[in-house]
């Protein structure tokens, strides 16, 4: 057993989750590819909501250095949260500790009941992932924001590996939206790394 | 128009500004819960009431308030 | 026309499910104020389908119950057989009725059953995704026609109301679109008239609606309804059988 | 005043007895060996202001039982093997919706198109698998004309009673064999449906019958009231038993094969040996406990599992003795009929004599 | 060479390892949660010289691929439950003809339509009674897409071999999550159908393929010959375990609840619980000996079995042990799907401290 | 003519076991005929179906496979996809063809499906013992009809030959009758045709036999041969679709 | 036990044999109602031959005093036997002791092999019942020819009960069958009469 | 007339009687093992060969001798 515990494993266990047009599934698809190729084991678990059509849709996405068994988990360790109802179902299961990304274009803190008890032992960074988005021209890519920011955080991997997957991802026909994609990506990216060197220089 | 516009049942689809002979009809700016654009009436005075709005809307969004209220 | 503008009574007020400009919702709205008009809700039994219109009976204020995948009709004798004093309609798609429900669909027609079909016509399977129905178009691609489809592999489509047009059973067969006003107008008549034709017992009545799914069509919503116009060349609106 | 007594088939058993529950619609596709039903059924249904149609297959037989229940009638089907396997897709739609209705499958021996002749082969399929996704009814084994009429009638009232199907489970012994049938009224009880059933939205809100449910929590709900009626049908658990004491070996056996048995064990009874005879009425519940119980009480050592199939019940009977006793089983493959003198000698070879002294 | 590895559903995999087992037809009516894979086959089939075919229900399917067999072609089709029930005659008759096929079950949440989340609700319709008659088949549960990809292809050697249809039973937690699969090739056998296949009565006798056998000892040969055949499937029995010696408490779960299950296992384990791993990768035939083998080996206590069901595999399990240990059933109606943490607490509760100290 | 008074070679020596004056028989050896003419035997796979007719494969020396009640061309469609190569034929009953197998049967023919259906109609289901099918003509009685079928109850007999005549994927569809030397002949150039249109890839090939059973229309043989000339004027001989 | 086994309890196993076309069905069915209407328990157990049409069938009846628990018999005490391939199929099966009415016009004893053997301690009555049915001009009705024969030796019931049955089973459309059946009946009944006499004036 | 007549195979329906021509055929009074009274060639001159007979017996009873023994 000591064994066994002594090895830090690595495992990441992230949740989106957001509206049916949100890319939530494109997202958690594209990371987990990024993670196969990057040499993760992964799994991606995508769940539709109870509407045909719209609704809310979250999928689960794990990356670990070890055999993964489950697909689903209850606390994950990350969640990227791009609409209120998200808030509400996923933030009361983020682990202890665990860190959340919310587009704080479409979650208003004054809108959340009992926030602080809800967030407490939770770190929650709050992006304005629509503005991001919008800022660049490219309203709907607002996961794509989302996830260069989680990778700036995390350092999952490579931009060069990213480029992989989504090419792999758009296929032939969408090939053409590859930089918008990308600069979107970056866009989070940067942002992020521009608050990460704000902080370290105050 | 004397009908009531039940913005949350549209769905953006354009059909009724498609088919309203007046050209009465645009989609507004605004969004409704369910994220769609609302049409709205942006010349009301050239509507003849011919219902073609009505006729055309998948969504039953044109009515008249009492029929809908009951 | 004392209708327009009202909300149907029999229509309940909950949201419509559907993808944006779906005809399935409009059909449904005539479908209430055929009801509304000839003041029989209260002794209606519908049945729901399988297909992109199951919940019908979260939109559509009278008794219902859901049949298994393309059984509809078979459902439909049952009851009106029990109880010949119902007003009994089904609501199904062209999968429902044409794919796996041929047999019972075409057995009650045969039969004369006393009830009415709408059958929403589509051309393809909406709720599974967009395959290739008994009533797709030749050429046309779906998810399991990825190369458009080919009578010699996929066969031909179907043409319902005509086939049904030839069934001594048959009081009224008829196949409507709702893309324009005037067609939405005419589609509520010969509702009308098939429920009317219930109530006098005459036999099986059948009204298909030509109906447009921007969403597996893979057009917007405007092109969708246009192209019922298009539809209307393989399938030609009109009555093929009215036993007056 | 003494009932009228005549002479009939297990299968027009089941169809009188079908009228005496108040059968109103009766809807079916012909199937040998069971086509005395939907004939018998032409003939007096319609008299009697009743349905009779023959439906073009058995899938849309079991939709039309399906709509008349929705409407609140006393409704019917009957089918053997072939048919029951394309119904059960019905089946699994009829429970889900709590749709009451009864079946009756006299079994042929499969698989396949198989034969006409006796078997029990589809045991697990109507005790374990009627359909998809964990549905479950009733299932009643007659073993003679009597308990056909008087089982077949009861499960209208008890289809009513637990909103779901029920099953006659029979074969063609006691199908196609004749012996007298007491027609005597019985007390079946009229459940109204009036809270439930469509009849029109009047002077109350429609009402909905649906089996689709997409929120998942909802329909574990649904799973879990639907599986707590299948505990409540264990108040219906009937069973047959001989064995007054001393019984060292017990004999369990269902439907024809259990009156094969029970000749069997009679007349080795009547030659002293210590044989004992259980036989399940309902097949579904299982009386599980009971056997247990006599088994355990009596110190039975050996139990005797004797079926017309490739073993199936036996696994009933293991499930319900959890290790007690040694368990044998004796299966017959569809479908050569053993003789009451074969299982004599069966059970005999199955007396350790040392264990089983003569008498 | 490494092999490729590509990120694909488990629907994805089981169509790549159909392909990959040398299917040539492949026949199917589409229903939710299993689309990918007609879809899939309808582009990949054709270039290869292959058949796809929608068919206008499942009745229909099933038999295309009763034609298509009979003619000596490697065969499938796939569907989810409803559609599996309206099958259910079609298997039988597969069996009875002896024809070999595979057959794809991604089991939705019943009864009836019920819901499209992951349910093991066809368990006993699977493993107990596919079709009327006594028929059987080959069933396994994968619980990775790469176990998918595997079990597909060597699904059509075994068929073959057994002259058989043989099941893929999936679920939807499976059948929709993403997860790398290595595409190696695998090494299937061709097995030569020249003995029996119908290709046209040239130089030789013609061939009938039938399953109808009026003579009552004909058709008991038959169903001797079949029971002899599924006996011999159980060279195929396959399974995993994890319990190396110490552990009191087993865990059994098959197909996606055999996942979480590990996860809850291999958590425990971590933290010094003595907890093992059972799950079985054949339900048909269930590996009864080396379950009980592994309880009495290791004096395993308790024995508790996982399910998203309403308690099916459970009893397979019963049997397999009867009466060793003590079994406890957790069944999570469909289609509430718990999560590893869930279980854990469920384990944890079963540990009796006294018995189980935490080491 | 050069097979008058030649025992067909693909026809097995075995006696029918149909009872005496039934058509069946006489249609058997009207297949083998053919099969011998056209020299197909050893290209040739058959479809039992249940009914009357289930022993087919003791009687014709082809490969043959059993389908299950009603799924012949479901079957026969796997088999022709499957192998091309092969000339495919079912035989079936009206029952199996027209009643449970309706909706496979049509499918086929919809999508053009290249084999030849024989469908031996003697209105009702032999088998089973005599109930109503769907091309019981009205009036008849039946064992499930006691008082005659009544179309108000048991519908409308069914025209499968001239329904299937509007289909685009049929080549042929036909109706004959054996029931005088004159027409087994021409029923047997029909079936003959079917074949040939079939090895041609043409499509869908369909001939109906109009087929005397004398024991459940309780009649003695010769009579039950003659009221086949009163069915033909429900069911009228003729060919209603050849592509040419 | 020994209680039991005092009381001789009345059982009769009939087993009747023949080609499709002879009533064995019929004459099984009809002694069944007889012996109900007389008071017997009984059953009736038809058995269709491998052929849909024509080919042999048996039927088994038994009467008793008892509840009658297995309709089937492996060992019956009586036989109706009516051609040649029922006999073979049969004797073997024929209780030591017990007794066969065998139609003789269908069966001869030069055509059997082994008769000795097969028929060692089993009592054979030959009967030519083609020839008494055609004598009264009813060549189907050998079948009630035996019946008669049979309920001579057997004294089951009285003719009135046999009216009675006969009257139920032909029905309301074939009731001017009635005396006819009847006459074949008496026929049987009365030669058996006439052969014991014989026998006790010899 | 040149061909056999497979009596075994004849099951006495009547219809070659019916239909032949000439009226060359009869029923005789034998039986075959099935039970049927067997068709019997009364008047065997006057058969003109029409092959009808072979057309309408549903039992295939009349054949040339090698096409059967084959
Ligand atoms: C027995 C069975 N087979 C398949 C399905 C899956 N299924 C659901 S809806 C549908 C077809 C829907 O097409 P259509 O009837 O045309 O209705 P639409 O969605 O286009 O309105 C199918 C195949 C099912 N629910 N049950
Ligand atoms: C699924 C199923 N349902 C019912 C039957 C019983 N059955 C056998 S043949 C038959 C009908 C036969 O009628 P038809 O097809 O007209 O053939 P015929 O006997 O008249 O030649 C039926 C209902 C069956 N074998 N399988
Ligand atoms: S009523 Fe007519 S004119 Fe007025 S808005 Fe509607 S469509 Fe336009
Ligand atoms: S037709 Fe109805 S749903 Fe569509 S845009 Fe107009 S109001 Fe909105
Ligand atoms: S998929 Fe098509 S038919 Fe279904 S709701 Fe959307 S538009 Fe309508
Ligand atoms: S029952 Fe009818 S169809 Fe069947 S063999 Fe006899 S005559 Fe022919
Ligand atoms: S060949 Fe012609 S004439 Fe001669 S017996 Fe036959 S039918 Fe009569
Ligand atoms: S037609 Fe054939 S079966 Fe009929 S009587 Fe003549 S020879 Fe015999
Ligand atoms: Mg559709
Ligand atoms: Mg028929």
Redesign the pocket.
């Known amino acids: 057993m000591s064994r066994i515990m002594k090895k830090k494993s690595m495992k990441y266990e992230i949740i989106f989750s957001g509206f049916g047009g949100q890319g939530v599934l494109f997202v958690g698809n594209l990371i987990a590819l990024a993670g196969m190729y990057q040499g993760f084991n992964v799994s991606f678990l995508p769940v539709y909501g109870p509407e045909m059509r719209g609704g809310t849709c979250h999928c689960t996405v794990l990356l670990s250095d070890k055999e993964i068994a489950s697909p689903l988990v209850y606390e994950p360790g990350y969640l990227v949260i791009f609409n209120l109802p998200s808030f509400l179902k996923f933030i009361p299961r983020l682990k202890r500790g665990g860190l959340a990304l919310v587009n704080k274009d479409l979650v208003k803190v004054e809108e959340i009941e009992h926030y602080e008890t809800l967030c407490a032992n939770k770190k929650i960074l709050w992006l304005p992932l629509n503005t991001w988005a919008e800022a660049i021209g490219m309203p709907l890519a607002l996961n794509l924001c989302a996830l260069g920011a989680l990778n700036k955080l995390l350092g999952l991997f490579p931009e060069e590996i990213l480029i992989k997957a989504l090419r792999e991802m758009l296929g032939k026909e969408k090939l053409p939206l590859l930089e918008a994609n990308l600069k979107a990506y970056r866009k989070g990216f940067e942002e992020v790394e521009a608050y990460e060197s704000s902080l370290t220089k105050s | 128009m004397i009908v009531k516009v039940l913005e949350e049942r549209c769905k953006g689809c354009g059909l009724c500004i498609e088919f309203c002979p007046k050209k009465v009809l645009v989609f507004s700016e605004r969004r409704n819960q369910q994220g769609y654009k609302i049409v709205a009436l942006a010349f009301p005075e050239k509507c003849n009431q011919c219902g073609i709005c009505y006729l055309m809307c998948p969504e039953v969004v044109f009515v008249k308030e009492d029929s809908f209220e009951k | 026309m004392s209708q327009l503008f009202r909300f149907p009574q029999s229509l309940k007020k909950t949201l419509f499910h559907y993808c944006p400009g779906c005809h ?1 919702s409009l059909i449904h709205r005539l479908l209430c104020e055929v009801i509304d008009e000839l003041g029989i809700r209260e002794k209606t039994v519908g049945i729901a ?6 919940f019908l009976y979260f939109y559509i204020d009278v008794d219902i119950v859901e049949a ?3 059984r509809a009709c078979s459902a439909a004798t049952g009851i009106k057989r029990a109880r010949p004093d119902l007003l009994v309609f089904t609501y ?6 044409a ?2 429900g041929l047999g019972d669909s075409l057995h009650s027609a045969s039969r004369g059953e006393k009830f009415t079909v709408l059958m ?1 016509n ?1 051309t ?5 995704g967009g ?1 290739v ?1 008994p009533t797709t178009p030749l050429c046309q691609k779906t998810t399991t026609t990825p190369l458009g489809r080919d009578p010699q592999v996929h066969g031909y489509p179907m043409k319902i109301a005509e086939m049904l047009g030839n069934f001594e059973g048959v009081a009224l067969s008829a196949r409507v679109a709702v893309n324009n006003p005037k067609r939405v107008l005419s589609a509520k008549e010969v509702l009308k008239k098939a429920f009317l034709y219930q109530r006098e017992a005459k036999g099986f009545t059948y009204v298909e609606f030509l109906s447009a ?1 921007p969403v597996n069509w893979k057009m917007d919503p405007l092109s969708a309804t246009k192209y019922v116009d298009k539809l209307t060349e393989i399938f030609p609106l009109g009555t093929f059988k009215d036993i007056g | 005043m003494r009932n009228k007594r005549v002479l009939v088939k297990g299968v027009e058993a089941v169809a009188l007895g079908a009228l005496e529950g108040g059968c109103e619609c009766y809807f079916g596709y012909p199937i040998t060996p069971q086509n005395e039903i939907p004939e018998i059924m032409s003939v007096e249904l319609p008299p009697r202001g009743g349905v009779f149609l023959q439906a073009e297959s058995e899938t849309s037989a079991i939709n039309m039982v399906l709509g008349a229940s929705a409407v609140g009638t006393r409704v019917m089907t009957s089918s053997s093997s072939p048919g029951i396997s394309l119904m059960s ?1 019905g089946f699994s739609y009829l429970i889900a919706l709590e749709l009451p209705c009864v079946i009756v499958n006299v079994m042929r021996g499969g698989p396949g198109l198989g034969g006409i002749e006796a078997s029990q082969g589809d045991y697990f399929q109507a005790v374990k698998a009627p359909g998809h996704g964990d549905g479950k009814f009733l299932v009643f084994a007659p073993y003679s004309c009597q308990e056909a009429y008087e089982l077949t009638a009861k499960a209208f009232e008890l289809a009513d009673k637990y909103r779901n199907p029920v099953m006659i489970l029979s074969d063609a012994i006691l199908g196609q064999m004749k012996e007298p049938l007491e027609l005597k009224p019985l007390k079946i009880k009229k459940i109204s449906k009036e809270g439930w059933a469509l009849t029109g939205a009047k002077n109350r809100p429609a009402r909905v019958i649906r089996s689709l449910f997409l929120d998942s929590a909802e329909l574990a709900k649904r799973n879990l009231t639907l599986l707590r009626k299948y505990q409540k049908m264990e108040r219906e658990i009937r069973f047959e038993k001989m064995a007054e004491g001393g019984e060292k070996v017990l004999v369990v056996a269902f439907g024809s094969m259990a009156r094969i048995c029970k000749e069997a064990v009679l007349n080795l009874r009547a030659k002293g040996y210590e044989v004992g005879f259980f036989r399940p009425i309902t097949l579904f519940p299982y009386p599980k406990k009971a056997l247990a119980e006599l088994v355990s009480s009596q110190k039975i050592k050996k139990i005797i599992v004797f079926e017309l199939n490739c073993g199936q019940m036996v696994e009933d009977v293991a499930l319900s003795l959890k290790g007690m006793g040694k368990l044998i089983s004796k299966s017959y493959p569809p479908s050569v009929i053993p003789f009451p003198e074969d299982l004599e000698r069966e059970i005999k070879k199955c007396l350790n004599s040392s264990d089983f002294p003569r008498v």
Chains 1, 7 share one sequence.
Not at chain 3, 92 to 97: A, E, I, K, L, P
């Open positions: 399935h389908s399988i297909g992109c219109s199951c298994p995948h393309g199904q798609g062209d999968g429902d009725f794919a796996i929403i589509n393809l399977y909406g709720m599974t395959q129905s799914c | 897709e």
